[in-house]
Structures are given as structure tokens and as C-alpha cells.
């Protein structure tokens, strides 16, 4: 069992480039989350997805975009990127929450 | 602003030593309470969950939750080197049908041997 897979698991990219970051679970989990994770300032919320066909924003969804494309795989889109968002993105997935969340290995993202 | 506090560390302790590590939480309806241990440069991995007031034991990891003081611990017995790493504590809020975790900002254990 894969788990939660996430690719790239490393980019550079330059202030005002775009890209998505994906997410994809093989443990059929209805809710799914982005984090960031910066130094000092532990996991924050970016944006959720409770289940299919819904999402919404966490704590510090401002710069971000994100796509429930179907049950697996839940995508985090950087539209023009900041050197503010320079950060580990980590997604996570869980059957409701209330048993706790499985990690990917995060995607290590510098924005020069 | 839901919150959970944790000692940032280092938290250094000797080898076979016992290690306790704190989180308090601000929000009353939390529901339940998860501890992460996350080494250096990897995603974290749940270790226990608690959702009733008292103990929880496995292996050597005991949690330990009083909601009166909205207190959350994890003591971890006989520490080993390789217990080494940042713990961090979650505090799990539902929204509906669906748990929000609000995290921590991590302890740091050091397991010296």
C-alpha cells in the first residue's frame, strides 16, 4: 500500500512561475488536507477537501488554489509563486479526522 | 483562534530515562488529541490518539489527557536514541462530519545515550 503519495518531492521555482503540487491516497479516505510546514511555525491549514466534490479553505489559504478531482486525488495550485511560499507542503489524508490524519512525504518547495 | 501550546524545546534526557512531553490546548470542544513524532526531514507519523480523560497505554508510550485543564502529555519509558525527534501534539475539532487538526508547534526530544 502506497498511502498517500505526493509528487514533486522537491522544486525550485522563480517569484511569478506557477505549478500544482498533487496528492493522490490508495486508502479510499473521504477528507483530505494541505499543510505547510515552516520553521517555527509548526503545520498550518491551507485548504481541505471533506470529501468529494467540496472544498475549503484552513488557516492561510491566500496565493493558493486547489482541485478535489475525485475521491484519490486532491491537487494544491500555486498560480504566481512567492518567496513567502517557500515552505515543506505536506497533504494528508483521513477516513473523518477523528482517528487522526496519514502524511505524505511532503514536497520541499523554494521559490527564489 | 483555536491554539495548541507545546514547549518548543530541546527536551534532553538519557538513555532508559523516562520522557514527558506537554501540550495544552485552547478549545473546549476539542474532541481528541493525536501525538506525531516527526524526524528530521520526514512527514510525521501518528504514534496514539486519546479521546477520554485519563490514561492510554501502548508499548511505551502512555498518553494522557484532563480535559478540566484541557492538558494533553506523552510520556515515553525506557527512552532509546532513536526516539530522538520532534513530537508534535494535535488537538482534533469537528466541523460537521468532518475533524480539523490543529497542530502544535513541536517539541524536540534528545534521547542521549
Known amino acids: 500500500n502506497a498511502g498517500v503519495t505526493q509528487t514533486p518531492k522537491f522544486q525550485v521555482l522563480k517569484t511569478g512561475q506557477s505549478m500544482t503540487l498533487q496528492c493522490a491516497q490508495d486508502?479510499?479516505?473521504?477528507?483530505m488536507y494541505w499543510y505547510r510546514q515552516d520553521p517555527g511555525m509548526g503545520l498550518r491549514l491551507i485548504y481541505y477537501?471533506?470529501?468529494?466534490?467540496?472544498?475549503d479553505k484552513g488557516e492561510v489559504p491566500n496565493g493558493y488554489n486547489v482541485s478535489r478531482l475525485n475521491k484519490r486525488e486532491f491537487s494544491l495550485r500555486l498560480e504566481s509563486a512567492a518567496p513567502s511560499q517557500t515552505s515543506v507542503y505536506f497533504c494528508a489524508s483521513s477516513e473523518s479526522g477523528a482517528l487522526g490524519y496519514t502524511f505524505g512525504s511532503g514536497t520541499r518547495l523554494t521559490v527564489v | 483562534q483555536k491554539e495548541v501550546e507545546q514547549n518548543s524545546g530541546p527536551l534532553s534526557v538519557p538513555e532508559g530515562a523516562i520522557a514527558s512531553l506537554n501540550c495544552t490546548y485552547s478549545?473546549?470542544?476539542?474532541?481528541?488529541f493525536f501525538w506525531y513524532r516527526q524526524y528530521s526531514g520526514k512527514s510525521p507519523e501518528l504514534i496514539m490518539f486519546i479521546y477520554s480523560n485519563g490514561d492510554k497505554e501502548d508499548g511505551r508510550f502512555t498518553a494522557q489527557l484532563n480535559k478540566a485543564s484541557q492538558y494533553v502529555s506523552l510520556l515515553i519509558r525506557d527512552s532509546q536514541p532513536s526516539d530522538s525527534a520532534t513530537y508534535l501534539c494535535a488537538a482534533a475539532n469537528s466541523g460537521g462530519s468532518n475533524y480539523k487538526l490543529t497542530f502544535g508547534k513541536g517539541t524536540l526530544l534528545t534521547v542521549n545515550p
Open positions: 486508502m479510499n479516505h473521504n477528507s
Open positions: 477537501s471533506a470529501s468529494e466534490g467540496t472544498t
Open positions: 478549545d473546549r470542544g476539542s474532541q481528541s
